[in-house]
Structures are given as C-alpha cells and as structure tokens.
C-alpha cells in the first residue's frame, strides 16, 4: 500500500500529542470540572478531539490489516497503551453518562473501530465489546427520537453516520442495530428527488450532503432500486449536472480548524464518487475523474499539513483509497 508508512506515522504522531485538545465536557456537577484530556478520555484522548482520535486509531487498526510489513511496530504499541479493558470501561461509562455526547459522529467512528479490530483479531479488541454495547443502545434509543435527519456537511450529518453504523453493526453481527439503520435510512430519504447541489459547498463542510446521502442508500437498496432512485436523486451527474462535486474545493491548511474541513470534503467526495460509479456506467470514468483530482490535490496535506489537517485525514484518505 503506497502511503502505508507515511500515514501510520502520522496517524501515530497526533494521537501522542497532547494538546490541543478540544474536549466538548459537559459538567455534571460543581466537582466534574477537571476536563485534563487523558483523565476524561484515557482510550481517546490526543489527535485534537475524542472523535478524531477514535477514527485515527481506526486508521491504525485499517493500516496494521492492510500493510503490516510496512507500518513497523509503533501503531500496535499505540493501540495497546490505549485500548486497555480499564480505559474502555471508562470511555463506556462516559457516553453511558452523556447520551448525546459524540451523537452520532463519534459514535460511527468508535463502532468502526471496534469492528475493525474484532475483524483484524487484535489480541485488545475484546476489550472494546463494552464500548460496541454502549453505541448500540445509544443508537436504538436515539433513532425512534430523531424526526428529522441532519443534512448539512458537518458532524452532525445523519447519513454519514448512519453509513458507518450500517457498516460496523453488520460487521459485528447487531442484526437489531442493521434493521434500525437501514429502516430509518429509508423513512428519511427513500423518497428524495431531484437534490439541488448548486449550493454546495457550505463554508465549513467535510462532507458533501447530497454524495453522502447517496453513499448510505447504496448500503441499504438492492442494486436495481439503488439505480433507480440515484438517478431520480442526482439526474444528471456525471453529464451536464451537479458539476461542482467532481472539482477540487478551495482548500485552506493555514491551522484554521473549520478551514481545513474542506480538504476532507475533496477526500470525502472521492470516497463517495468511487463507490457510486459502478451504478452509473455510463458516466463512471467521469465520476472516478473527478475523485482522482480531488484526492491528488489534497494527498499532501495528510501528512505535511498543520496540525489541524493531519489530526484526521488519514482516515478519510483511507476512505478514499479503500473504495478503489
């Protein structure tokens, strides 16, 4: 794998780094006022925030599955500091504790990690069972609750996560959790037509909202119906339509934090444009295009760019690679 060592070392670099550290703590009483990074978060602390460095870990788990030969022995050493049954159970009781915390974003990631491990047979991945059980419950209980999906292309986008969840559930054999997702999936965009693309991208985004939309439908319609309803949903693309979402973004790696989203969005993007393709065949060397340009353009910024870039994009790139 190209980028093997180059991301894993990376990736292994931020989770170590201590501060910045944007802990979004929320409270509970006048004594839970101590928000030091590794006390709160003993399994996921450094990489910036408690999301980043649970989908950096992934990445870890991702690269050590793909290219061990390459990636030496550092990220295991990580991943065993970190994945302890202790500091699980204390990330456990976290989110047990703060039902909204991390919802649903942080959630996906850490799903994705668990499952990831489980599949690589790290000798810790038993230890993440709880935290697979914690996010479980979490997402049953929130699904019924939530009427309407977010659809704008930050965190709290619907679809984004319900793809990774969809994904990370059907690893982890949670058929209960796979027919909640795919359920609510369908009741929220099962009837979309005709998206209107021509304002994106929003400032801040790393995602697209319409490629994410239809990356989660992929997972959850038999082929057939899939085709059908993408080209009702995005008529057009890869022709004469939704042109924006095959170019390269406007960039910014000057440590602005909400700045750099828009490197992930060419990555994202890439991600998404390669798996939709194969339906589209007609236009698929269009769409596959347009995802190359994007990932060349940002690859740098992985691993050479300001903190505020490297502390996550390795797993989107990862994303973007894997769905060649």
């Not at 944007?22 to 978060?41: I, Q, Y």
């Not at 050493?77 to 500091?87: G, H, K, P, S, Y």
């Not at 914690?134 to 699904?143: F, P, S």
């Not at 991600?271 to 236009?283: C, G």
Request: glycine content about 6%; some cysteine.
């Amino acid at each position: 794998m190209k980028y093997a060592a180059g991301w894993a070392e990376i990736a292994c670099e931020v989770l170590e780094t201590p501060y910045p550290y944007g802990a979004a703590h929320a409270s509970l009483d006048p004594d839970d006022v101590d928000v030091t990074p590794e006390r709160l978060h003993p399994a996921f602390h450094g990489s910036y925030d408690w999301h980043s460095s649970a989908h950096m870990q992934w990445s870890l788990v991702r690269l050590l599955t793909l290219a061990p030969d390459q990636v030496g022995g550092r990220p295991i050493e990580v991943l065993e500091r970190r994945l302890t049954a202790e500091a699980i159970a204390t990330e456990a009781a976290y989110l047990r504790d703060r039902p909204s915390y991390e919802r649903p974003y942080g959630w996906a990631w850490a799903a994705m990690l668990v499952a990831a491990a489980q599949n690589a047979k790290l000798p810790k991945a038993s230890n993440l069972a709880p935290l697979g059980d914690v996010i479980a419950e979490l997402v049953l209980g929130w699904l019924p609750r939530q009427a309407y999906p977010v659809r704008h292309g930050a965190h709290p986008n619907s679809a984004f996560a319900l793809a990774l969840l969809l994904e990370a559930y059907d690893d982890l054999g949670r058929t209960d959790v796979v027919d909640a997702i795919r359920g609510r999936a369908i009741e929220w965009f099962g009837q979309d037509t005709a998206y209107d693309t021509r304002f994106e991208p929003s400032g801040t985004d790393f995602l697209s909202p319409a490629l994410t939309e239809a990356e989660l439908m992929r997972r959850v319609l038999p082929e057939d119906e899939y085709k059908t309803w993408l080209t009702a949903f995005l008529p057009g693309l890869g022709t004469d339509a939704h042109q924006q979402l095959l170019e390269v973004p406007t960039t910014d790696d000057s440590g602005d934090g909400q700045l750099a989203h828009l490197s992930g969005l060419a990555l994202s993007r890439a991600w998404q444009l390669r798996t939709i393709a194969p339906t589209l065949p007609d236009v698929a060397d269009v769409l596959r295009a347009g995802a190359d340009r994007q990932v060349e353009a940002v690859l740098p910024t992985v691993t050479e760019g300001d903190f505020m870039s490297t502390h996550w994009l390795v797993s989107f790139a990862l994303l973007a690679t894997l769905a060649d």
